[in-house]
């Protein structure tokens, strides 16, 4: 029974290991950048939305050029799939602190799921109180960046090293292989 359960978890782990080496796809070489151009140009936009204040729906129609950019790169295979839909959800996130929504329509849809977002890459909650405050009395306009300002930036952060370590990720993934088959001779 041990021999079967041993067995059946290095069959796992080999095809985990198959499928993220196929998921992974190819590292961006220097000359086809297009992953770190699409961060840039985020940073770029909310750069400019920050220092312009309030108006930030002017701004919206950049995202859904960058997302049509996005589109037209995977499409290409000029970025990877994680990358996209990661970035996807950061203009998704970017769009929504801009638009202006006095009469708070759009915000039951997507409360939690911002909230979420910000957890997720901030590790904490965001205030409510805060929250509530910029969406009732602001309704957006660019205000919401400021409240998602650490959050985005993270991700950014995040997709930056993502892009960086994509050509790495078959060899860490075998060393996290090899260490775990190791273990399990070990246990015999």
């Not at 309030?54 to 859904?64: C, I, L, Y």
């Amino acid at each position: 029974m041990k021999k079967n359960g041993r067995l059946i978890a290095l069959l796992l782990a080999g095809g985990l290991a198959a499928a993220t080496f196929s998921a992974a796809g190819p590292a961006q070489t220097p000359a086809d950048r297009v992953g770190f151009q699409l961060l840039d140009r985020l940073v770029a936009l909310l750069t400019r939305a920050a220092t312009l204040g309030p108006g930030g729906e002017n701004f919206s129609q950049e995202v859904v050029v960058l997302a049509k950019d996005l589109k037209s790169a995977q499409a290409a295979k000029l970025v990877d799939d994680i990358f996209a839909v990661r970035f996807g959800r950061l203009l998704s996130v970017v769009r929504q602190a801009l638009l202006r929504d006095p009469e708070v329509l759009y915000w039951p849809m997507y409360r939690f799921t911002m909230a979420g977002f910000i957890e997720e890459r901030t590790g904490r909650m965001p205030d409510w109180d805060n929250l509530l405050f910029v969406v009732n009395d602001h309704g957006g306009s660019g205000v919401g960046l400021a409240v998602i300002s650490d959050a985005v930036m993270s991700e950014v952060v995040s997709l930056h090293l993502h892009l960086e370590t994509l050509a790495r990720r078959p060899e860490i993934l075998r060393g996290y292989l090899e260490r775990s088959r190791n273990a399990l001779v070990a246990l015999k």
